[in-house]
């Protein structure tokens, strides 16, 4: 099925598909997970871009049995004329051509997805494919064209029937082999989380779901007439509100569209989550930018009104954003990027406009709820009373510091090398466990901090509380750094900062508190690979001097399987926390460099780990298990 000939474009076109399968990293990311799911991104953006230009209102993304993804909408149908530049039909330079997608704007009025990774173009796509199918349903007739071997072999566009429908159906087939080892399928989870996002940002588009390796239970359809209104009440579900009602403005100024939605909650943590073109801004921008401008202003001209003038102060950004949910939504024609991953929005227009939007509809729900608005008053008095509290512990911290007086919890067994490439910190959940971790140890390269008290949750405290917290203080001077605008990586004390709990739903518990401490206020040695997770075994099973010792459930199936009939022979112990080791056997199992295993700790996907740490730090026990069995996502095994 090879191309026939080979003239001079068609040659550049195959060197552009082969230098994508030689270095996909340039083009996809990395060859990981998410990589791989780009793919998935990469099409679903084209019938999202078709969506936004309002032509199509109706997007199914199925994956089949053979690990192939299909995507389909209602829309135009991709141009199947022939196109100037190349000769060939436009739909064949979509996919051929790098960075053909934004060719067709003339036609096309609607909003591109543009910067950051997507909108790399179907090309890409097809350049890390074994096959690519296309269908295209246009001028009542159904047109196909196939490739193969990463566009290497091309089938030719062809009239294959007629039609009355519109609309463009794609199958790819990723090649796995350019992926790393052991990425081989699609995550449906994964899948159903980002265009459900999708979903909520563009309202009234349905996407539709389905996963046919599974046999039932395989469809989900998104839909949301409410769009980021529904949103925020989706993400406030198990929280207590301070407003009854989301707050939500929208409008539309030279071509930019803003979608705003807010709502306060009894909770700390501010969950901003701002997009631009639909995909998330994590390093924030202009728009977020707007957004802050006007809380500020509203609410201190409110205040103003409102308050004694004994208890007057200007309140700060920090203090007004305390427990508020907010989606800021942006669709721009001609969008800009800058900061360190090209992800904070610089259009500088937007700030205006955004903060236009929602100035106008929150003051004026101040002044229609006024019980409602002093509930928000109170709530940002607080913020503002703890924000000046924490600086004082801060300062005395830091002056304790400068005279030398910053001593190391007592209860740490530090390490005797001060070399932070080699030492670890262990973070060991309770004080017989800690007390066997610090006598098998090795001394010279590992550190261990035993937690007695309860950890606090970082997700439901204020700051000066967490000052007060022993455990919390105890693990900020043993690692040295420093937190929030302190922070030095520089000072890191221990290379590794491994977390030792339980295998059991308390130690799993624990270990989340941890990870969300971390998450909220060490950022940067997670992104940085500097914490991790030990794993100690489930049981020891022997005879005599064979020895195993089993780390997973998978691995205990397996090895009963193996000694089968002779097991009965053998003892079994099974370990329901550290503390039932005894010093060697944790050294040996857990703790040894040379045998033991760790899992590092990786944020997949910023804005997805804040929706999930959100989501599932709060009062309810229910999402929290959830969270608990499916934070593996956040790990990943330390190579
Ligand atoms: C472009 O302007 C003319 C009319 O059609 C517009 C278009 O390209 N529409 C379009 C493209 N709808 N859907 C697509 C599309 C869908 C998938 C699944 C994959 C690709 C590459 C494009």
Do not use: C
Not at 162 to 177: E, L
Not at 467 to 479: G, H, K, P, Q, V
Not at 493 to 522: C, E, N, P
Request: aromatic share 8%; proline share 2%.
């Amino acid at each position: 099925m090879g191309k026939q000939n080979y003239d001079e474009s068609s040659i550049q076109v195959l060197e552009g598909l082969e230098a994508v399968r030689k270095r996909p990293g340039m083009y996809i990311g990395n060859v990981d997970k998410k990589g791989l799911h780009h793919l998935v991104w990469e099409i679903v953006d084209n019938s999202i871009d078709e969506v936004l230009a309002g032509h199509a209102n109706h997007i199914e993304v199925t994956v089949n049995k053979d690990e192939s993804i299909t995507v389909k909408d209602d829309g135009r149908g991709i141009p199947t004329s022939i196109h100037p530049k190349t000769g060939i039909s436009a739909t064949e330079t979509v996919f051929t051509v790098l960075h053909a997608g934004g060719k067709f704007g003339g036609e096309n009025s609607g909003y591109k997805v543009s910067g950051g990774l997507h909108g790399v173009g179907a090309s890409v796509v097809n350049a890390l494919s074994d096959w690519v199918k296309i269908s295209v349903f246009k001028n009542n007739e159904e047109h196909f064209v196939e490739f193969s071997d990463g566009g290497e072999n091309n089938s030719g566009l062809k009239v294959i029937g007629g039609t009355d429908k519109t609309g463009t159906v794609v199958t790819f087939k990723p090649d796995f082999a350019l992926f790393n080892e052991g990425i081989d399928s699609f995550d449906i989870e994964l899948i159903k989380e980002k265009l459900k996002e999708t979903a909520y940002l563009n309202k009234g588009l349905k996407i539709i779901i389905t996963d046919n390796r599974l046999d039932k239970d395989n469809k989900w359809t998104y839909q949301f007439e409410g769009g980021v209104v529904d949103f925020v009440n989706d993400l406030n579900k198990e929280y207590d509100k301070i407003t009854a009602d989301v707050i939500s403005g929208e409008g539309e100024v030279d071509n930019i569209s803003v979608e705003v939605a807010m709502q306060y909650t009894t909770s700390y943590q501010p969950r901003i989550f701002s997009y631009v073109n639909n995909i998330s801004t994590n390093e924030g921008g202009t728009h977020i930018q707007g957004f802050f401008d006007a809380l500020v202003r509203i609410i201190n001209n409110y205040a103003e009104k409102v308050l004694s003038i004994k208890e007057q102060q200007t309140f700060s950004r920090e203090d007004v954003r305390e427990g508020i949910t907010a989606i800021i939504s942006v669709k721009h024609p001609a969008p800009m990027y800058e900061g360190q991953t090209k992800n904070k929005f610089s259009n500088v227009e937007t700030r205006k406009i955004v903060n236009k939007i929602i100035s106008d509809k929150f003051e004026n729900f101040l002044l229609e709820n006024p019980s409602q608005a002093g509930q928000i008053i109170a709530k940002v008095k607080l913020a503002a009373k703890s924000r000046i509290a924490a600086l004082k512990a801060k300062e005395l911290t830091r002056r304790k510091d400068v005279l030398g007086f910053s001593t190391l919890p007592g209860k740490l067994a530090d390490a005797t090398s001060k070399n932070a490439e080699i030492t670890e910190l262990f973070i060991v959940e309770g004080d017989s466990a800690g007390g066997s971790a610090k006598m098998g140890r090795d001394r010279e390269i590992q550190a261990i901090l035993p937690l007695r008290g309860k950890v606090i949750n970082s997700e439901r405290a204020r700051i000066d509380k967490l000052f007060a917290n022993n455990e919390i203080t105890s693990m900020i001077t043993a690692i040295g750094t420093g937190i929030g605008e302190e922070f030095n990586i520089e000072k890191l004390r221990y290379g590794k900062i491994i977390i030792m709990t339980d295998a059991d739903v308390d130690g799993s518990h624990i270990r989340t508190l941890l990870l969300t401490f971390f998450y909220r206020y060490f950022r940067e040695l997670i992104d940085n690979g500097n914490i991790f997770i030990a794993q100690p075994p489930l049981f020891k099973v022997w005879k005599g001097k064979e020895e195993h010792y089993v780390y997973t459930d998978t691995q205990k199936d397996e090895l009963f399987e193996k000694l089968g009939d002779e097991f009965s022979s053998y003892s079994v112990q099974r370990y329901k926390g550290l503390g039932e080791m005894n010093e060697e056997q944790l050294w040996e199992t857990t703790m040894d460099p040379a045998n033991r295993k760790l899992l590092v700790v990786e944020i997949e996907d910023s804005t997805r780990a804040d929706l999930v740490f959100s989501n599932l730090m709060g009062d309810v026990v229910e999402p929290r298990r959830e969270f608990i069995v499916k934070n593996s996502r956040f790990a990943k095994l330390d190579i």
